[in-house]
């Protein structure tokens, strides 16, 4: 007589992210309009990449878009724009890609890293405040909409006034984030920048940025800038950089940007799938810490509407000891994750000059251990969410 052992759990492969559905989804859409800038042979800025800086301005709810290279040379241009020297100081957090710090570091400016409120993942406001109130040069503060939720905007904005320097909003996350006001992040600061690296909400095909302003000055500069500081061609009025957007990415941008509202419902479907199984499964938000108790596993907390998060990256805690070990079991599943960030920039050895080391941004190295991003792409079909958390709660209750 044989005996039935208890069937191993269907595999369901569930990638962090898959692009091929979406592409597939829109393909007819695309190929015609990428043909129709091959026919031109009209590849550096030009009409298609005017009428997308249009239509994203539009959509951001700001009166300038100029489009670049890519989120990090968003960057580096909003920051030439407003002046940074070398010597000056820029307070952004620890806790974000690279390119945050990276871009100031790079003009010769100081990076003075800020820790994040665990709640949102966010620059906090007051120790920005405390930091801002120690630096001689300040020059602007830097807030960064992590994951694609709005920071702390109006404590920012309120801030920079009161210290006359600007603020430039790394929305690289967050396209079409809405802040507590439920503004468009980026609309109401000095600059913001976004990046359209592939795996941003809005994505295109290649690498590809934007800085966005209301003031006409800063639009200026930044679109001479771009093309190494020329307004009249060959006549170099500032140093700038080659950092234009070309044309075959605004094509491709201009109809992605048609669908980009379904495909924010569909993380934001997503995202409330988990929250609602984690909840269930008696874990609670990041507003909590460990000592509330709970499963251990904390979801993200999200601002309440107007305030929109558009979950480009959903991330959940777990405690340090465990996180390595879930990511091991969930991989072997055939669910991908990811550690964002798994080292925070004050911690960095090109970095180390600072002088910010171990122990001085405690929340930002905490969340270094212990975050890790589940897949959360608009195309997931309800069974790969399902095993994403049977997957998480058979680690956690083993
Ligand atoms: C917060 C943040 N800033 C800047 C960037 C840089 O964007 P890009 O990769 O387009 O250069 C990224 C990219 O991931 C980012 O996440």
């Not at 992590?146 to 404590?155: I, K, P, T, W």
């Not at 001479?224 to 941008?253: F, P």
């Amino acid at each position: 007589m044989t005996t039935l052992a208890t069937p191993a759990p269907a595999t369901v492969a569930v990638p962090l992210l898959d692009l091929k559905p979406q592409y597939q989804a829109i393909k007819a859409e695309i190929e015609p309009v990428v043909c129709k800038v091959m026919e031109s042979q009209m590849f550096i800025l030009g009409p298609e990449v005017e009428a997308f800086e249009r239509e994203i301005a539009e959509y951001c709810g700001m009166k300038h878009a100029i489009g670049c290279t890519s989120g990090s040379d968003a960057l580096l241009l909003a920051l030439m724009a407003i002046g940074a020297k070398p010597g000056d100081e820029v307070l952004c957090p620890s806790y974000t890609f690279f390119a945050t710090g990276g871009a100031i570091a790079r003009l010769g400016v100081k990076p003075v890293y800020v820790d994040i409120d665990p709640a949102t993942y966010n620059m906090c406001p007051k120790l920005t405040a405390a930091a801002a109130a120690k630096c001689r040069r300040l020059k602007a503060i830097m807030p960064v909409h992590l994951y694609g939720q709005s920071a702390d905007v109006d404590a920012f904005l309120a801030l920079g006034k009161q210290l006359g320097v600007p603020v430039i909003e790394d929305c690289a996350q967050a396209i079409g984030t809405r802040d507590v006001t439920g503004a468009m992040v980026g609309s109401r600061c000095a600059i913001g920048t976004w990046s359209f690296f592939p795996t941003k909400n809005l994505g295109c095909f290649g690498d590809g940025g934007l800085c966005g302003c209301n003031c006409p000055h800063l639009d200026e500069m930044m679109r001479m800038l771009r093309v190494h500081g020329s307004k009249v061609r060959y006549y170099h009025k500032h140093v700038g950089m080659n950092g234009r957007l070309d044309a075959l990415q605004a094509a491709v941008l201009r109809i992605k940007l048609r669908h980009l509202e379904s495909w924010h419902a569909g993380r934001a479907r997503n995202a409330a799938f988990y929250d609602a199984a984690f909840s269930k499964a008696g874990a609670m938000d990041t507003r909590h810490g460990w000592e509330a108790g709970g499963l251990a596993l904390r979801f993200p907390y999200a601002l309440p509407a107007p305030a929109r998060h558009v979950y480009n990256q959903y991330v959940i805690r777990v405690p340090a000891e465990r996180r390595d070990a879930l990511r091991a079991f969930l991989a072997e599943r055939k669910i991908g994750s990811e550690i964002y960030y798994p080292v925070p920039l004050h911690l960095q050895e090109c970095f180390e000059y600072l002088g910010q080391g171990p122990g001085s941004l405690p929340v930002s190295e905490a969340c270094a251990l212990e975050t890790i991003a589940l897949p959360i792409f608009p195309e997931l079909k309800q069974e790969q969410l399902q095993a994403v958390v049977d997957g998480i709660l058979a680690f956690l209750r083993a």
